[in-house]
């Protein structure tokens, strides 16, 4: 909205045409979202308090859990709220990727309220049933993946792109939509199975997204995209704006989720971010890269299956629980230790990923 009215402006004074720059944009997008989690947290916080909507801790979890009872949680709100608000001041709003990226973002942020209500306001430990919310998940994931597939302008925009690899691209057709799907929902739901400790979630989703803000900068600039010989996605370049408000977000909720947590995301935050990293991947093409930046979901994620999988068919389980930040927890770690280690991992992992962009 204000790049419309700068865009005004700059017909009367030269000094507004600086807000064309996306990377200032982007700057702004960051400090927007901050200022706007840090001004509004407490407050806030004090309302879930006040309306006693706190967090359940499982009988069988770490012992040191048993403290965080009680602790506001939704607080994944203003993560979206920020993100929503800083996107929609800074970014160019004729783009079609920001608002694919907004609904699928916000969509799946309402999908986890209404979880996230049913147990903590009314009390159902069920919350929303599974099979609701895969399905709920499932519809949102397959019309934004239709939508990309409809509308791709170019044959890039349909073709899974394999990193470290110079001019290795397969053509997926209509099967880009099943892909697409699966990176969104998949996303979605590794974030939300990592969302179990003080700040586990937050930082390196706020560090993933840095690093598709990069790839999205350089897919979105066709000098850039040559160069790096990557996949020039016309009007990506955008979702620039989108990823720095995650950051600025993240940032400022870690401000208040960081150990000894006073506000939980809960799934209102969890499966919306997830979604919003896993749509960002597949605009830019960068689905694969994902995977290994993102390799703490993924460990978190596996780590569930291989305990189901394992107590189901042999009735023994692989890790003393799951997902896997318990089952170090229960080893003894203090829970401080478990999520710098995993902040530290995560930083190797988006390096690694970043290093596609030259490395091919």
């Not at 602790?71 to 990727?97: E, K, Q």
């Not at 349909?158 to 209509?174: M, R, S």
């Not at 999988?309 to 203090?334: D, N, Q, Y």
Request: proline share 4%; charged share 10%; glycine share 10%.
């Amino acid at each position: 909205m204000l790049l419309w009215l700068t865009q005004y402006l700059a017909q009367f004074s030269a000094i507004f045409e600086v807000f064309n720059y996306l990377t200032l944009r982007s700057i702004l997008g960051v400090l927007t979202s901050l200022a706007f989690s840090l001004l509004f947290g407490p407050w806030m916080i004090r309302r879930l308090t006040e309306r006693q909507i706190g967090q359940a801790v499982r009988s069988d979890g770490p012992e040191s859990h048993f403290s965080k009872a009680g602790t506001p949680t939704m607080g994944g709100a203003l993560i979206l709220l920020s993100i929503a608000l800083s996107t929609l001041l800074w970014s160019d709003l004729s783009n079609r990727f920001v608002w694919l990226v907004l609904l699928v973002t916000l969509s799946f942020g309402a999908i986890g309220w209404v979880d996230d209500w049913r147990k903590v306001v009314e009390k159902n430990p069920r919350g929303l049933p599974a099979r609701w919310k895969y399905f709920w998940q499932s519809v949102v994931g397959f019309i934004a993946a239709y939508v990309l597939f409809q509308t791709a302008a170019v044959p890039a925009e349909t073709q899974l792109i394999f990193p470290f690899f110079k001019g290795v691209a397969l053509e997926l057709g209509v099967f880009f939509i099943l892909l697409t799907y699966l990176v969104i929902v998949g996303s979605s739901n590794a974030v939300n199975l990592t969302d179990g400790l003080d700040g586990l979630a937050i930082l390196p989703t706020v560090m993933v997204a840095g690093a598709l803000g990069i790839f999205a900068y350089a897919s979105g600039n066709v000098k850039f995209a040559n160069y790096l010989l990557i996949p020039f996605i016309p009007g990506s370049g955008e979702l620039v704006v989108f990823c720095t408000a995650i950051i600025g977000a993240g940032l400022g909720f870690l401000w208040f989720n960081t150990y000894p947590a006073q506000v939980f995301m809960g799934d209102v935050g969890s499966l919306a971010l997830g979604a919003a990293l896993g749509v960002v991947a597949v605009i830019v093409r960068q689905e694969i890269v994902l995977f290994i930046m993102g390799g703490v979901f993924v460990l978190e994620t596996l780590s569930v299956i291989i305990q189901v999988a394992s107590f189901k068919m042999t009735g023994k389980r692989v890790f003393r629980m799951a997902p896997i930040h318990h089952h170090f927890e229960l080893k003894g770690w203090p829970e401080p230790r478990v999520i710098v280690r995993f902040w530290i991992i995560t930083v190797v992992l988006v390096l690694i990923g970043l290093s596609t962009l030259k490395l091919r």
